[in-house]
């Protein structure tokens, strides 16, 4: 390369914009220069991620990270830490931890959106507050919402937690927290991590002792929610099924 040519390229490098930025930068410049709504999924990723390597830049590596999760952020939020770092080459566990806690904060926020007191009249606006706190685990929680005599939402409170199929409840826990919170009525809400909406012969079990036992105590069980969780935006009501 003769020096003409050299101080060509330096002087092309001068004049180099925004848009000619390396690609890990540009995600960056653009939400300074036009806001977080202006970045795709794959940009917001690459800004989590921070850097790529020698072969693919950090936006790349976005792409194919959402790429391989159908483009769902729902999916990409029920993979763990070690998930992430087996699936995806190029993510080692401080990648892993940013991106996790990125999406945690978000359900998080839509968590607590979801629950400020709504009053729980239909089987949709039940999803639509355990939806956020069950859809993406990979175990089995079961919950409770308890509520007044408006059916207005009293709190929400975790019951248990098990293994990839199943947990379990204790009812005298459930009544009495019923009885703590002075709730006239509660909504059980667990999770199929699989993703099947079929109620289990237990998950039956449970809804008719957890009604029996209400109703002894003169509390009523309005419902029992189950979450699926590889599929946004489904449910299944006992109660709309005629069960309770």
Known sequence: MTNTQIMDLLEDNRKLGIKDLAPDDRPREKMMEKGTSALSNAELLAILIGSGSSRESAVALSQRILLECNNDLDRLARLSIRDMCKRFKGIGPAKAVSVAAALELGRRRKSRTAQKNPVLSSSAAVFEVFSPILADLSHEEIWVALLNQA??????????????????ADVRIILKLALDNNAVAFILAHNHPSGTLRPSHSDSQLTTKVAEAARLMDIRLLDHIIVAGNQQGEYYSFADNGLI
């Open 151 to 168: 059916n207005r939402l009293i709190s929400v409170q975790r019951i248990s937690q098990g293994g990839i199929s199943s947990s379990m």
